[in-house]
């Protein structure tokens, strides 16, 4: 039975927003470089091997991080690849920097980008050095908002700076690289100066983006249930919240809740049978 989704779209607008031309395109150019082996048992079986492994989220192991990133599914199968792989770090109560945490993800994704690493690593640090030791709990639920909303939060960002130096918050934000996520640092206010911005005029900005966003935002409702908290934060003081809500990681569906994060039978079963 199809689903009510499903029956809503049009066809062409159903297979855009599940990335569908994005896996037989993917799928063609693996035929293709692999053309020879995969002749021996047909290309039948083939794409029927190659979109099972979508299903199940196997399909983005050991792929190039242009690939990972490319849709929504394949940055959910790659956070919970991720936790299935190394939550024996968490089960064993191990604490690693960032640059054993990146080498972790250079295991599932050669070519993964030091500087998102670096990003979900200030999520949990703040105002601490780089070279501090984080748990897999701490840092895999800030690695998950960092590279699931990265392009959000490089909008977000660009906005909070503009709302320190009192600019329009109504403008169009456009980041560019001088206006980057990576510029802002958790800091103290000056004498009589309120820390970080207010949070209503944040949010306002904030539900303007969610609505013209193209990319992968958190639902705005839970935006503005972290916002209603408070009346005043920071940027990292906001990403800090989204990785701690319970709402959000159960509305991206890759991690389990924090409390069963060092549960996951079906791998247990596996890895003892082997």
């Known amino acids: 039975m199809l689903s009510p989704e499903r029956l809503a779209l049009p066809d062409y607008e159903y297979l855009a927003q599940r990335h569908v031309l994005?896996?037989?395109?993917?799928?063609?150019?693996?035929?293709?470089?692999?053309k020879e082996d995969i002749s021996q048992y047909g290309i039948a079986r083939f794409f029927t091997e190659y979109f099972n492994s979508v299903c199940q989220g196997t399909h983005i192991l050991f792929r190039e991080f242009s690939f990972i990133q490319a849709t929504p599914h394949n940055r959910a199968s790659f956070l919970r690849a991720f936790w299935r792989c190394f939550r024996t770090v968490g089960k064993n109560g191990d604490l690693l920097t960032m640059r054993e945490y990146h080498c972790l993800l250079q295991l599932l994704c050669p070519d993964f980008p030091l500087e998102l690493t670096q990003k979900?690593?200030?999520?949990?640090?703040?105002?601490?050095a780089m070279d501090c030791l984080m748990s897999f709990s701490d840092f895999l639920f800030a690695f998950q908002i960092q590279f699931y909303y990265s392009e959000f939060l490089e909008s977000v960002a660009a906005i909070y700076q503009d709302l320190l130096s009192g600019k329009n918050p109504n403008t169009v934000i456009v980041p560019t690289s001088s206006s980057g996520q990576h510029r802002h640092r958790p800091s103290t206010g000056e004498a009589g100066t309120p820390e970080g911005v207010e949070a209503s005029l944040f949010y306002q900005c904030l539900e303007n983006l969610c609505d013209r966003h193209k990319y992968s935002c958190p639902p705005p409702a839970l935006v503005k249930e972290v916002l209603s908290n408070v009346q005043r934060l920071t940027f990292y003081g906001f990403l800090v919240a989204l990785s701690k809500h319970h709402g959000i990681n159960q509305a991206l569906g890759a991690l389990p809740d924090k409390g069963d994060l060092m549960h996951d039978p079906a791998m247990d079963e596996e890895l003892e049978r082997l």
């Open 120 to 128: 979900a690593a200030r999520i949990v640090l703040m105002d601490d």
């Open 22 to 34: 994005t896996y037989v395109e993917d799928a063609v150019c693996q035929l293709l470089e692999n």
